[in-house]
């Protein structure tokens, strides 16, 4: 699609009043074209797939991008959770190395290249690369981006937040896990924002309980993002996790009572709430895995890969090491 002006064009020095015509040329008022992404993320250049080494084994899409339905059991093996249990600490580490080198004017390509070297290193294929033809080995979304932002030329500035969301795929199972981290000096609201959105992924975690329906998780998350007014985005969901990278359980981050499958012992998911300043309704960029505020206003995520015990839960993403290794109060 050819857009009507040129995305990428630099905006003047002084900027028109909103009702007076755009500055780029296109006729229309400056307040119905380019006022609308100021202060936006904007899509910058995707560099090419990057390879690995033939001797990391691949999921069954790697090659093709196309994902084969399996039809996993929703309660795992004790073999695929110990497993599970290997890749979950493979994705807390290489997650907690990336936020690390989080600063102002890294591109989030750049981060891409450092998530998959990370990947090489520890014998791992990074699960995003060609999942469904997703380009790159990590998703990367800055402020108003709530999931799925592809790395690109764009560089991380003073003030952002910025969402990595990293995957692995070790051993034959896939651990999932993410958070939002600080790109230098970043403002109040912002910061309660990312707080309150990693409390309410710990609520919602501690609900985890077998015997339970699933709506248990999102009624915590939500009871908690209400607290402050914030919205919890509805479109992306929690998800099975083991073999299949997406398996068939949904946890859904507010409360549905039609959400209502028993938890059972074995089972395993993420739990991964996406909330935000604003609304919950979202918008998708053209290239189809971008989904954003439809309000623009800024989003928080966390995420852990869970396992329902006999007695509570074991997050498998979790524990010494990881960005968020306990609930904050525990
Ligand atoms: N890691 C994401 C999740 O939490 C999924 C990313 S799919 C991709 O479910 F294709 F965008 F990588
Ligand atoms: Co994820
Ligand atoms: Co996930």
Redesign the pocket.
Known sequence: MVLAHAPLANAPAVLPQANDPCWCGSGRKYKRCHKRSEGRVLPGVVSPMRTLPASIARPPYADTGEVPERGESAVKSPDVIARMRTAGHLAAEILRLAGEAVRPGLTTDELDAYVHQLHIERNCYP???N??H?P?S??TSVNEVI??GIPDSRELQDGDIVNL???VYHDGVHG?T?ATFFVGDVDPASRQLVKVTEEAMWHGIEAVKPGRPLSDIGRAIEDHAKRYRYGVIRA?I??GIGEE??GDIQVLHYYSPQNNDIMRPGMTF?I?PMISHGGWQHKMWDDD?TAVTADGKRTAQF?HTVLVTDDGFDVLTGGDGAVSPRAPWA
């Open positions: 699960s995003p690369l999942y469904h997703y790159k990590v998703c999931c799925h969301d990293v995957t999932d993410n992306f929690g998800h990278f997406h993420t991964e895995w995420e």
